[in-house]
């Protein structure tokens, strides 16, 4: 049982998530691990099974309650929800007005991230490394692929919302990235705003699906294969340095639910092409600062944990 600052910290961490969240690239699940609840939450998951429910009917709530550790999800979901409506606001305001400054944040903090994540990796063999590096190649392959185009139907929403959710709890990949890339990303966003409940309601059994039956999953490799486990998030984390990359060069865009342009296709650039194509500054010595504040930030928290 967590006491009050505990509680208010855990809430933190929660806003943390839901700030990076916001950010399509980066992925609520890194944060998860950087601050040390990702292992409580994918076991927290877990517990949503039949045996909650045999005992929320046998012993009652307060029984099923304990079970599922619910006292530390509603805190965790408390921070995420305030965080959208707080921070997740000022971390989208400067992703549109100083994208390079946030960017060079994130890979910092992700960059810091593998090296806090493959740390806990106990005897690296050669099996470990291939599978570090296949998870490091496939979160490459995924952040630079180009975002396709699905009808959305309902059965396009539901396997979009068990998709994007498992991406959401994986460090590295980020489930917004993922509706993105497949062309959902909008019709989502659009039915939020005209308030779809059918279409908000398919999206969600998907994802609640999803999220119950990969947290099983994530919860048996840490108990039976650790470090292979572990090497693989460190590729994940590794390889969406791709997508967080500070300087871009923007080569298409799409419309939000606002009607505003935003970027969809982009190439990665060295700081000199970016200020020759795009004609902006690189704010090199700012961003390399914010990189060092990430990386130091990891660092401190790391040392918290251990």
């Excluded at 966003?189 to 990969?214: P, R």
């Excluded at 795009?278 to 130091?296: E, I, K, N, R, Y």
């Amino acid at each position: 049982m967590r006491n009050l600052k505990e509680n208010l910290l855990l809430a933190g961490k929660g806003m943390m998530m839901g700030a990076a969240d916001a950010v399509p690239g980066v992925s609520g699940g890194t944060i998860a691990f950087i601050t040390g609840i990702y292992e409580e939450l994918i076991e927290t998951l877990r517990r949503f099974d039949i045996r909650a429910l045999r005992l929320l009917f046998s012993e009652g709530p307060r029984a099923c309650w304990q079970y599922v550790n619910g006292s530390f999800l509603l805190v965790l979901l408390a921070g995420i929800g305030l965080s959208l409506v707080t921070v997740a606001h000022a971390v989208l305001y400067l992703l549109e007005h100083q994208p390079v400054l946030l960017w060079s944040f994130f890979f910092g903090l992700i960059l810091a991230s593998v090296w806090s994540l493959v740390r806990h990796v106990k005897g690296w063999d050669l099996g470990t490394s291939l599978v570090f590096f296949a998870g490091a190649l496939l979160a490459y392959m995924i952040t630079s692929m180009v975002p396709g185009a699905v009808t959305a139907t309902p059965l396009t929403v539901f396997g979009a919302g068990m998709v994007a959710i498992c991406a959401m709890i994986l460090p590295g990949i980020s489930g917004s990235f993922i509706l993105l890339l497949m062309g959902l990303y909008a019709p989502i966003l659009n039915a939020i705003k005209q308030f779809e409940f059918v279409t908000l309601g398919v999206f969600g059994a998907g994802c609640a699906i999803g999220l119950i039956s990969f947290s099983h999953l994530l919860s048996w490799a840490f108990h039976h294969q650790r470090r292979v486990i572990l090497a693989l998030l460190g590729g994940f984390l590794l390889g969406s340095l791709n997508k967080v990359w500070p300087w871009k060069y923007t080569l298409s865009y799409t419309l939000d639910r606002h009607g505003d342009a935003v970027p969809l296709v982009q190439r990665n650039v060295l700081p000199d092409v970016f200020v020759e194509l795009t004609g902006q500054s690189a704010w090199l010595t700012p961003s390399l600062a914010l990189m060092a504040v990430g990386m130091v930030l990891v660092l401190v928290l790391d040392r918290h944990n251990r």
